[in-house]
Structures are given as C-alpha cells and as structure tokens.
C-alpha cells in the first residue's frame, strides 16, 4: 500500500534557527513528492515539488526539500524560520504510472516562536 | 492570483439529506478534484474529474457521491444521503494537466457537520 509518514505531530522552533520537517513515503517506484502548507482558514497551498534530478529542490517562501531515495524520505527545510511560518505542513505522493491523485501525510504543525 | 473558492464554507445537514458542495476551479484548468479530510485523519482523495468523466475514484467514492460540472465555471460534489460518517472538511482542487508532476491548486474547503 502506498502510504506517507510524517513522524512528528508538530516542530517547534525558534524565530531565526532553521528548521526541518520530516516525510519518508512508502511508495512503488520513483514518485512525485510534494510539499503543501495550510494556515487556518485557507486552503493547501502548493510550495514545492520533486520531479527528477537535483535532490535539493527550493520552493516558495524560502523553503527547500531534499530528497533522499535510499532513505526514501523528502524533509522540508528552511536556514532560518519565521514567525509567519506558523502552519500545518502536508507531505503529499503521486506514484509514477498511477494517474495524478495526491497521497498525503497526516500533517506537521510547525511553531515558530519568537 | 487564480484560485479555487468554495462555497460554503461550513454546511449543516441532518443525517439522510442530500447536500451539494460547490467549487469554482481555477478558470483555464482542465482537471478537478475532491479531497476530504476527516477530523484527526490523513487528507484523502475522493475523485478526479476531467472532459465530464470521472477519471479516477477511490473506494470511499460510493453510490451516495456524485459529481458534475453544470457549466463552465462550477464542480459540484453531491452526496445523495449524508451519514453520520460524511462530517468532513471537503476540499477541491484543480490543475491544469493530468500529469502526475502538475501541483494541484486546492480551495479553502467546506466543512460538512452531519447531525
């Protein structure tokens, strides 16, 4: 069954100090990952995806993800964290070959203090 | 920016109505999809929805659900006889190529509250 993880409910941080969110994804051959972030009263917005090629990949916000297919695990990063990025972080899957619906993680919060 | 609205936000439905939950995709889109999201659990998939056809579903997707597209602009979800167990935030997303790389645009969501 393809199934993603997010091992940590939620991550706190301190405002300036980077911060990691982890995903490791149980998935049939080399999927397309994805990175959602939702802040209250909004919908999933998109903020970066890993198709082929470079592991490290940047996205919106200064936020970047690395991939990592031995260890099958796809971390969101940022160097230095904001109080504005105060959310719920959704990993998401699309198997290759299985048409386009988005598998997801249950969901980190992430707190950022200051 | 494009985005996906839906409306409402949050609907209230005795057990055994029927409800429709309504989503304007993003205007030049192709693809459309429902996602749910049940209080604590994982967001799930629903269904995907392309050229007037189900393109995909999931086994959550029964007989009960139901999904158009009456015009240019709107997708609507229709659950025929809502139970206890459809209570959910409702989401819809679209995106602009079937490709499983193309990022899907999602909506603000519709709280269903089934009593």
């Known amino acids: 069954a393809q199934s993603v993880a997010q091992p940590e409910d939620q991550v706190n941080v301190a405002e300036g100090n980077p911060l990691t969110v982890k995903c490791t994804y149980s998935?049939?051959?080399?999927?397309?990952l994805f990175w959602y972030v939702q802040y209250p009263n909004r919908g999933l917005q998109f903020l970066l995806k890993?198709?082929?090629?470079?592991?490290l990949v940047k996205g919106s916000y200064g936020f970047e993800a690395e991939f990592n297919k031995s260890q099958t695990s796809f971390h969101l990063k940022k160097p230095s964290a904001l109080v504005s990025d105060s959310a719920l972080y959704f990993c998401?899957?699309?198997?290759?070959?299985?048409?386009?619906?988005?598998?997801f993680g249950a969901g980190t919060i992430l707190r950022v203090k200051s | 920016e494009p985005e996906v609205t839906q409306t409402p936000s949050h609907q209230v439905t005795q057990m055994g109505q029927e409800v429709i939950l309504r989503c304007v995709p993003i205007?030049?889109?192709?693809?459309f999809y429902w996602y749910r999201q049940i209080l604590g659990q994982k967001v799930e998939f629903l269904v995907s929805?392309?050229?007037?056809?189900?393109?995909?579903k999931s086994e959550i997707f029964d007989d009960q659900f139901s999904v158009e597209r009456p015009d240019g602009s709107n997708f609507t979800l229709k659950i025929r006889s809502t139970k206890l167990e459809d209570s959910a935030m409702y989401f819809c997303?679209?995106?602009?190529?079937?490709?499983?790389?193309?990022?899907?645009?999602f909506g603000p969501g519709t709280r269903l509250t089934v009593l």
């Open positions: 998401a899957v699309v198997p290759r070959g299985y048409g386009n619906k988005l598998v």
């Open positions: 890993y198709i082929t090629g470079d592991n």
């Open positions: 205007s030049n889109h192709l693809y």
């Open positions: 998935v049939s051959g080399n999927p397309y």
């Open positions: 997303a679209s995106s602009g190529d079937r490709e499983g790389y193309n990022e899907q645009f």
């Open positions: 929805f392309y050229n007037n056809e189900i393109s995909e």
